[in-house]
């Protein structure tokens, strides 16, 4: 059980949506209403190709629920075995990484924007999000732009993340708190 640190946190950038962009997102979802969506729970290799023929990066076993919703599959990242539950909100106008092993359940959103609301009329903010190899984040947790939830990290439902997590730590509430370190048991 190795300890990674977390990568350094990038700060937030400034972005204007393309017309590109814009163009592609209405494309992609009209293919996640025709063919995503209704596509049976257990065709999981169906719906790796099809975020595929639109640039995510998708690892080998990688199981992603029908119901969840991706905003620009071109900024997903999964790794092999990664685990993307019902209902799930990947707001992906930066980065998302779901790393290898590692699972997100159900409805559960991860923002990887905001606004900045010091400057008019409110510029768009993205920053990437990175869940770590083996992390876990629980039921209906809110994720934020910036954050890493290191590797074996577990996210206790219905929190809210908005500072990185530590590897191998077990962290819940709003904001979270640490509440202990994650240990596997012998022969896992």
Not at 155 to 172: H, K, L
């Amino acid at each position: 059980m190795g300890e990674e640190k977390p990568a350094n946190r990038e700060r937030p950038r400034e972005i204007a949506i393309s017309l590109g962009n814009k163009l592609a997102r209405g494309l992609w979802v009209a293919v996640w209403v025709l063919l995503f969506r209704p596509s049976p729970r257990i065709w999981h290799g169906w719906r790796r190709m099809l975020l595929r023929l639109f640039g995510a990066r998708i690892g080998r076993k990688a199981m992603i629920s029908p119901s969840c919703r991706v905003w620009a599959p071109w900024n997903l990242r999964m790794g092999d075995r990664g685990n993307v539950g019902p209902h799930v909100d990947l707001y992906c106008v930066a980065t998302i990484t779901v790393g290898e092993d590692a699972i997100v359940s159900q409805y559960s959103y991860l923002c990887a924007t905001s606004h900045d609301y010091r400057r008019r009329p409110m510029p768009l903010l993205v920053a990437p999000i990175t869940i770590g190899r083996n992390a876990w984040v629980c039921a209906d947790v809110f994720v934020g732009m910036g954050v890493t939830v290191g590797e074996g990290a577990v996210v206790g439902a219905r929190s809210s993340v908005f500072r990185d997590v530590p590897p191998w730590t077990i962290v819940a509430g709003y904001p979270v708190r640490v509440i202990g370190k994650r240990e596997l048991l012998p022969g896992e």
